[in-house]
């Protein structure tokens, strides 16, 4: 063979494989360019919120004040799915099984971090299953008397059902719900005698304190402020760590001889495990502008809610601790659900 075939045959040779390499980058570029667009354009349809409780209650008015604002700020609507039963874990298990996707978000409260105390077998591992998004809004607690009980103040209050001990009742939501655990907590850290009376839902209980038939409870803000405007309750003090600005007369727990107390029914946003990272953080960021507009902040207002907003990373810790703190609270009181 002439010596100088072989130059252009090797030339031949790398000039296929040169176009052939162009060829393949062309094809992967559109690859390795898909996936950070596909994140950029999210959402690019309606995304769902389930919230595990009845339409109505507290929960599910915040929520829907948030899906609302985020509707309108991500430009899709955000369409609220109420899934209630089960202290919650009948939704929280359909966002488990639902989509990795973002389109599919859970409105979950503190009860969240009840129920692997409260359940022997919660069909889902919170902290495996769903991945957090924001801490969203906490709706304090109250502790409310009957106007007839002689007590204006915690301390007051503490002294007379010390001087009857027994004699007193309390309501709550229902067994293990956060307003049973935190009444639960206050008879405990002051040594009262009460018995616990529980109800289905805060409606009923509030019904019987305005009548008499219990004494007093822990309720959420919302449930009870219209009776403490009317003067059939008397709020002692809430159970936030700073005052509410809805009742700034009204000391908080802490300001009352229990340091460090501080219980509310807290909310939050979470996804299921595996959403991918680029879209948790833009629900994130919608979630924190949304907690600081003028608009969400007065509506959450009426509904006795306080903004709070966090960092996915926070949230997950907050969560981690909630799960250890009731843990501890659940089997002091002895209940189970199942």
Partial sequence: MPDDIVPTHANTIRRSALVIALGLLSLAAPMVHAQPRAADAYPTKPI???VPFPPGGPTDLVARVLAQKLGEQMGQSVLVDNRGGANGNIGAQAVVKAPADGYTLLYNTS???LSPALYRNVPYDVQKDLAPVALVAVVPLALVVHPSVPANTVKEF???????PGKLSYGSAGNGNVTHLGAFQFVQANGLEATHVPYKGSAPADVDLV???IQF???TVNSVMGFVRDKRM???AVTTAKRMSLFPDVPTLTESGMPGFEV???QGVMVPAGTPPAVVERLNTEIQKALKSSDVRERLALQGAEPLGSTSQE???YVKKELVRWAGVVKATGITLD
């Fill in 158 to 164: 503490v002294a007379y059902a010390k001087a009857n």
């Fill in 315 to 317: 949230y997950g810790a």
């Fill in 264 to 266: 509310g029914a807290w």
């Fill in 48 to 50: 769902t919120m389930v």
């Fill in 211 to 213: 009548g008499n038939q």
């Fill in 111 to 113: 009860s969240i971090t």
């Fill in 217 to 219: 409870m822990t309720d």
């Fill in 234 to 236: 008397k709020m002692l």
